[in-house]
């Protein structure tokens, strides 16, 4: 099974900044990696497919990147609504797993 | 609109059975693979099971495998998961949720979940 681990588990920043979230696989995912938003009450979202490609209806300020097994999703800008918890998720290999979340919140 | 509706959840006793649905609507439904992924507070998302299209391959993840069983019915646009023995570690959030391309199993639409409790 590959493990999937995200960090930091939380990360604060306020509205307008940027934040950086990391998802580390512990084997090479290729380009198989998704990540997704998650609000209280509600399923999760998801933002970006195969690393880098945004998902239908997602602003720009959302972008992926990495590959293998080091992998990056950057808010440019942090708006109101972006302060959620945030899965990776890697579909190269059965099991399908993902990683255990990062909350962000309003600094 | 594209729409998932999950239903069947509640509270089972440790061993019991239960029998969840996952109701589609928006798309073609016998197009798209379909899965199982469940949630809880302590162990994140947990992805459970996987089905093709024409019900041709279905994966299960370890936990449930042989205690889990994974079906549908294209003429109903309709997903089901029966659960079987199930314990306390079975207690989540089940989603539905679609995957969009054959052979990317990432997923674009989920179900709002519904919630099995496993408790004497």
């Known amino acids: 099974e590959i493990v999937m681990t995200q960090s930091p588990a939380t990360l604060s920043v306020s509205p307008g900044e940027r934040a950086t979230l990391s998802c580390r696989a512990s084997?090479?995912?290729?380009?198989?990696l998704a990540w997704y938003q998650q609000k209280p009450g509600q399923a999760p979202k998801v933002l970006i497919y195969?690393?880098?490609t945004w998902a239908t209806g997602i602003p720009a300020r959302f972008s992926g990147s990495g590959s293998g097994t080091e992998f990056t999703l950057t808010i440019s800008s942090l708006q109101s609504e972006d302060f959620a918890v945030y899965y990776c998720?890697?579909?190269?290999?059965?099991?399908?797993?993902f990683g255990q979340g990062t909350r962000l919140e309003i600094k | 609109e594209v729409q998932l509706v999950e239903s069947g959840g509640g509270l089972v006793k440790p061993g019991g059975s239960l029998r969840l649905s996952c109701a589609a609507s928006?798309?073609?439904?016998?197009?798209?693979?379909m899965n199982w992924v469940r949630q809880t507070p302590a162990k994140g998302l947990e992805w459970v099971s996987s089905?093709?299209?024409?019900?041709?391959?279905?994966y299960y993840a370890d936990s449930v495998r042989g205690r889990f069983t994974t079906s549908r019915d294209n003429s109903k646009s309709s997903l089901y998961l029966q659960l079987n023995f199930l314990t306390a570690e079975d207690t989540a959030v089940y989603y539905c949720?679609?995957?969009?391309?054959?052979?990317?199993?990432?997923?674009?639409?989920w179900g709002q979940g519904t919630l099995v409790t496993v408790s004497s």
């Open positions: 949720a679609r995957e969009l391309r054959l052979g990317s199993s990432y997923f674009d639409c």
């Open positions: 928006g798309f073609t439904f016998s197009s798209h693979s």
């Open positions: 089905i093709d299209s024409s019900s041709s391959y279905i």
């Open positions: 084997q090479s995912v290729g380009n198989k």
């Open positions: 195969d690393v880098s």
């Open positions: 998720q890697q579909y190269n290999n059965w099991p399908l797993t």
